[in-house]
């Protein structure tokens, strides 16, 4: 699953295939690890479908590790931010696509007394200008916090 990209055609192809009441949700989530003692993050990205909203889901994904040159350790900011335009990204080709209304999940909490509480409004305000949808955050945003973590899992 490493640097292998998300085949768009095949999403497409698949929520096409999908009744009209199909959910599409959109989220990323990072690992950081040292490698070779260089400190790299492991980008995960899913792309969960929720045929007609109530038949189950399919997930797409995808992991790409970069060198991550965070200085701060406990204050994430760079990271979670490339997690924030990575799903960015991904949302604005898969709007060119398909018609599909996409949710888009943060893998940020709100809660001052978490790490990623310091990007939160940059977060939100990016995924607004650039996505033109109001983001999910923590506790309702399953899509980077559950699906990209059990991606991820898999990918190992």
């Known amino acids: 699953m490493y640097n292998k990209p998300i085949d768009l055609n095949r999403v497409k192809d698949f929520i096409d295939s999908c009744g009209p009441n199909t959910k ?3 989220g990323c989530d990072s690992e950081r690890m040292r490698v070779n003692g260089i400190w790299h993050a492991d980008y995960i990205i899913a792309i969960v479908i929720h045929i007609d909203g109530k038949h189950g889901c399919k ?9 991550d040159y965070e200085k701060v350790k406990n204050k994430p900011r760079l990271r979670l931010m490339t997690e924030v335009y990575k799903v960015a990204d991904m949302y604005l080709k898969l709007s060119e696509i ?3 209304d996409i949710e888009v999940h943060l893998d940020i909490n709100p809660n001052l007394m978490y790490n990623s509480s310091v990007v939160v409004n940059e977060a939100i305000g990016y995924i607004k200008g650039m996505c033109n949808v109001t983001p999910l955050v923590k506790p309702n945003a399953f ?3 559950y699906a990209a973590d059990r991606l991820k899992s898999l990918a190992a």
């Open 24 to 26: 599409v949700y959109l």
């Open 143 to 145: 899509a980077a916090s």
């Open 59 to 67: 997930i797409f994904g995808e992991v790409t590790r970069e060198r």
């Open 98 to 100: 398909i018609s599909n």
